[in-house]
């Protein structure tokens, strides 16, 4: 199975930038690295998502490093609404991609 | 982006009873799934279909049916609920390819008595 590691939670001072990171050791050439956030009681969310060069929207940025066994994501003014967990994922090619959830980063951004 | 519903946010049903958890997507995706999520298990992939009439097993299927008769609308069915299947289920769409994105229901938190 395709496994990432992060830490079980982190805080964060709203308004400054959230950095997590995520080890994915056993990545394969053709999958993606996928960053979701699940915030309590809501389906999760698509972030963003990166194969080798980083990558940013309005939302987020993503660093992957060279040789793709880890990636940080990184929410640049972290605020209230942004406490949730966090979840990096890559995924397993196959049409329709299936993808495996680990735990997750739990963030508390305090005020 | 894609909008993806669940026919209930919550339900209770009693043990034995037939249960149908309905997902319909907006976005014409061909790829849809079915998860649970339980504490400390994270999210479990249970049937995930690539086109109309397709599924595939995903994790646990266990327990569980699905049904996908329409590209939009993806069912899934315990036969006879057990109270090992109160969970949140969730639903998710994706359009597949190389960037498989999954855009994911609010979920239905699913209580069997």
């Known amino acids: 199975d395709a496994k990432t590691t992060q830490p079980t939670s982190m805080d964060c001072a709203e308004g400054r930038a959230a950095n997590l990171p995520c080890n994915h050791s056993?990545?394969?050439?053709?999958?993606?690295v996928y960053w979701y956030r699940q915030i309590h009681s809501q389906g999760p969310q698509y972030i963003i998502h990166?194969?080798?060069n980083n990558e940013t929207n309005e939302m987020a940025s993503l660093i992957i490093t060279e040789d793709r066994k880890s990636s940080t994501l990184i929410l640049p003014h972290a605020t209230l609404r942004d406490t949730a967990v966090y979840y990096c994922i890559h995924s397993v090619y196959n049409q329709g991609g299936k993808l495996i959830f680990g735990q997750g980063t739990e963030l508390s951004v305090k005020p | 982006d894609v909008k993806v519903t669940q026919s209930s946010r919550y339900l209770v049903k009693r043990t034995g009873e037939k249960v149908f958890l309905e997902c319909v997507q907006d976005m014409d995706h061909e790829n849809m799934f079915w998860y649970r999520q339980d504490p400390g298990l994270g999210l479990r992939l249970i049937y995930f279909?690539?086109?109309?009439?397709?599924?595939e097993k995903g994790d646990i299927p266990e327990g569980y049916s699905v049904s996908r008769e329409k590209k939009e609308r993806f069912s899934l069915i315990l036969e006879s609920a057990s109270t090992n299947q109160t969970s949140m289920y969730l639903c998710a769409a994706s359009s597949g390819g190389d960037t498989d994105t999954q855009y994911f229901g609010p979920g239905t938190r699913l209580t069997v008595l």
């Open positions: 990166g194969l080798k």
């Open positions: 056993t990545i394969s050439g053709n999958e993606y």
């Open positions: 279909s690539y086109d109309v009439k397709m599924k």
